[in-house]
DNA sequence: AAGACCTACAACCGCCTGCGT
DNA sequence: CACGCAGGCGGTTGTAGGTCT
């Protein structure tokens, strides 16, 4: 027996909203308020069903909505408690102020995913390529990494070569030179340089590059022993699940945030600085101390997020950000066996 | 200039949960 | 306790407008 419907569907209008039913229903709830959606489009004159006049209120007309682009901080946000929720879009939007569950999904879905994916990082599990990589090749025996490898490449091949394609980067991966490019190159500690010269479009090749990363990974995998046993993107469910009995969560949040993504600090509001650029510099293996750290900073807000070119010929793709330009430093910044463990996951 | 393609966002759908009876 | 309903939620689809070829 299937579901009554909330209403009858022959005569309720469905499509998009037009000016005057948004002031009925506006004018309607400003005197009545929310109570009963069923009753409402009937007492507001509206052939449309409760459920669509409760969900045009909560996502458009209510007046505590902030209707403008997203900020980095919100964004910022979104990304922590994502890592640590999940798809738990309601539960977000409740600490945005003026933001819907349906606002932030949608940001979710056309811009942060994507922007996690450019800056080498796994959307869902919030771990950068690398660790995923290292994943595989730490947990398994070689005849199994093989084909586990092709299937984790085809998991995320389709994103990667829609971010490749679409946004023109060609990844030429290629041995660091022998010493020219120490104080040019990107100085993450790198098996390989990746460059980004502009139009390139051959996806096939994109694909053996990327294969090429895989096996790679594979071939340098670490010891068995060196990874950590307590994974964070583990624990942070039951974390969460701690939290949550408070209502001290977003505290809980950041803490388990930040050992997915390098030091507290990274979040930290220190001035001018892009949370994504620090964000890119900190996670997994890109992210070096010391000197080379410091230095990665420099180069990233001097030469790439304020706009300029680097040294290496790398542009900034898109007009003002410095997302896809992260991706120069740890999209398929491939393993070497004390990369990974620089910033052992605490 | 026109068609193809892409992006962002609004809206819908169906399932789940909680509450009142 | 069972049932029905309203509202909430997350996933998916539709579409308008912009960009590219």
């Known amino acids: 027996m299937g579901r009554i419907p909330c209403c009858e569907k022959d005569n309720v209008k469905r499509g998009q909203w037009t000016p005057e039913e948004d002031n009925k229903l506006s004018s309607y709830i400003a005197q009545h308020g929310t109570r009963n959606w069923r009753l409402i489009p009937k007492n507001a004159g509206l052939q449309r069903c409760g459920k669509s006049c409760r969900l045009r209120w909560t996502n458009y007309l209510r007046p505590d909505l902030k209707h403008g682009q997203f900020t980095d901080a919100e964004e910022q946000t979104i990304v922590k408690l994502h890592s640590v929720v999940g798809n738990r879009w309601s539960l977000i939007a409740a600490q945005l102020a003026g933001r819907t569950d349906n606002d932030v999904k949608n940001h979710w879905n056309t811009k942060l995913k994507k922007k996690l994916s450019g800056m080498g990082i796994d959307p869902v599990t919030h771990k950068p390529f690398s660790h995923l990589m290292a994943e595989i090749a730490t947990t398994l025996a070689p005849p199994q990494v093989a084909h586990l490898a092709e299937?984790?490449?085809?998991?995320?091949?389709?994103?990667?070569?829609?971010?490749?394609?679409?946004?023109?980067?060609?990844?030429?991966?290629?041995?660091?030179?022998?010493?020219t490019s120490t104080t040019t190159a990107a100085p993450h500690a790198s098996a390989y340089n990746i460059n980004i010269n502009g139009k390139h479009d051959e996806k096939e090749d994109t694909i053996e590059k990327i294969k090429l990363g895989?096996?790679?990974?594979?071939?340098?995998?670490?010891?068995?022993?060196?990874?950590?046993?307590?994974?964070?993107?583990?624990?942070?469910?039951?974390?969460?699940?701690?939290?949550?009995?408070?209502?001290?969560?977003?505290?809980?949040?950041?803490?388990?945030?930040?050992?997915?993504?390098?030091?507290?600090?990274?979040?930290?509001?220190?001035?001018?600085?892009?949370?994504?650029?620090?964000?890119?510099?900190?996670?997994?293996?890109?992210?070096?101390?010391?000197?080379?750290?410091?230095?990665?900073?420099?180069?990233?807000?001097?030469?790439?997020?304020?706009?300029?070119?680097?040294?290496e010929g790398g542009k900034e793709i898109r007009n003002g950000t410095s997302s896809m330009f992260a991706s120069d430093c740890v999209l398929w910044d491939l393993p070497s066996d004390h990369d990974l463990m620089k910033y052992p996951i605490v």
Not at 157 to 170: A, F, G, P, V
Not at 269 to 293: E, F, K, L, V
Request: net charge negative; aromatic share 8%.
């Open 151 to 179: 299937a984790a490449l085809g998991c995320f091949k389709d994103e990667m070569l829609h971010l490749l394609t679409k946004n023109r980067i060609d990844f030429q991966i290629q041995p660091h030179p022998p010493s």
């Open 214 to 311: 895989i096996s790679r990974a594979i071939q340098e995998r670490p010891h068995d022993n060196m990874l950590p046993s307590n994974k964070p993107w583990d624990s942070s469910t039951a974390n969460f699940a701690g939290a949550c009995s408070t209502t001290a969560f977003p505290a809980s949040i950041s803490g388990g945030y930040h050992h997915q993504y390098g030091p507290p600090s990274s979040f930290a509001n220190d001035g001018n600085r892009s949370p994504w650029s620090q964000i890119s510099i900190c996670t997994g293996s890109t992210c070096n101390a010391g000197d080379q750290h410091v230095r990665l900073h420099e180069k990233l807000e001097g030469g790439i997020i304020n706009g300029g070119e680097d040294s």
